[in-house]
């Protein structure tokens, strides 16, 4: 294998690597990138690297290319409780706050690991909240661990950790939480592994808050050692993001050494004991749409079969005039903004209602079933949003986003079967449009992405 690259073309592979994934070498680190994309040339079978350069910059790279990429670019180091004086901050203040603001009412918690790498540090947050609230199984929490890199993923789903990720943790971390193996490995104890999720998210490419990928309406977003590898313009967009998938008054953590110039203009900077800690003021920015109870058509939820019902509007459906039809455009339009405003502001049993009353007022409409699943989900209820999406699908059965979200929920639960009829209705709607298309309802995720979100975690 050749590995010479000329500069010239290292430094145009900088360029490329930083706008698709959001790594930014800098010129200190150009050895680094000349080593990573070494080897990832041998994984894609390629002798030549200067050859393989030009193939990555020049295709439409899917996601899947996307992911060997980054395994090979990504630097993953971590360990848990990394960054002592911020976990103290979340021990000491952040967590104790928020769950007694919550204690006695809706009791759910969401805390995304935005760039989790193995898995530690979302682990660590969920220690915490073991350790935090005696009766932790009450309360629907939500610990989301993201990443780009689909290795590291694997490794955090698994759950095993070597002697390494403890170098800087204490005592009582290991003791009380984990169980010896007999390699001399350490298991994550079940109580605490089923507290996180993990999932593939492209800080840089990805669109978020959405319901989709469980990025909004959160109260913590968790963001070390990750900005640091960004450029100062991405990470802003970032930062951004995080703004829109924060709830008004919700926390981000960022590391040491992370940007954070972008965030003092739209975060108040909190400092507790020598960690500084951006939270949300939403008065700073934008003031937040709120719910107006005129809004509300005046009827009482009538008790029916739904299922049935639907059948008989359906069979009665009549010719809609194309003014009508603009009409409920509009209203549609009005009511998916309040639900989703709700959902991102965690006012999840005021989604509910409105969604309710939503179908309540038009049977026949799938967007409100759609809706309505999306926030059953947010609440835990699976079963009742398998139901939804189902009457979504048998009102609409080209409604693309009813079919992923029905394939990764079999899939979850180990159906693989129905998961794969599911993704595989979807990506025949999804040959209907354009890649660049963005697909109705998604929140701006083009068909093309979708298309490749499938491919990868379609079961074969
Ligand atoms: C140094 S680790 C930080 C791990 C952990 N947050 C900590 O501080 O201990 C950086 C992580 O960011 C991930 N990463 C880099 N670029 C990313 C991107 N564009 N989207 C999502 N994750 C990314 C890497 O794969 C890696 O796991």
Redo the contacts with the bound molecule.
Sequence with gaps: MSNNISNELLLQLNGFIASR???HFPESRLNDLNRGISSAAQEFGYTDIESFIRWLMSSKLAKKDIEIL?SHL??????FF??KKSFETLEGHILPELISSRQDGERHLRIW??????G??PYSIAILLKKLIMDVKDWNITILG????PN?LRKASEGIYTEWSFRNTPSWVKEGYFKNMKDGNYKIIPDVKKMAVFEY??????VYPSLLNNTNGIDII?????LM??SHELSNRVVHGFYNSLLDKGWLSV?STDFVKPLSSQFTIVNYNEAAIFRKDAKKTHEVKEFQPKDIPSFALPSVDIDKSLQLNKRQEKKIEEPERERQRADLRRDAMLIRDYANQGRLNDAIKWCERAIASDRLNPHYHYLFATILIEQGRIEDAVKSLKRTIYLDNNYVLAYFILGNLMFRSGELKTSRKYFSNAIELLSNYKDGDIIPESEGITAGRLSEIIETIMPQ
């Design positions: 994934m959001g790594l980054s990504t630097i993953g180091e971590t360990y990394r960054d690991s935005a760039g989790c790498s193995t530690e540090e993201t990443d780009i890199n590291f998210l492209n800080l840089a490419e990805d968790f963001c070390h050692n990750v590898y960004f590391g």
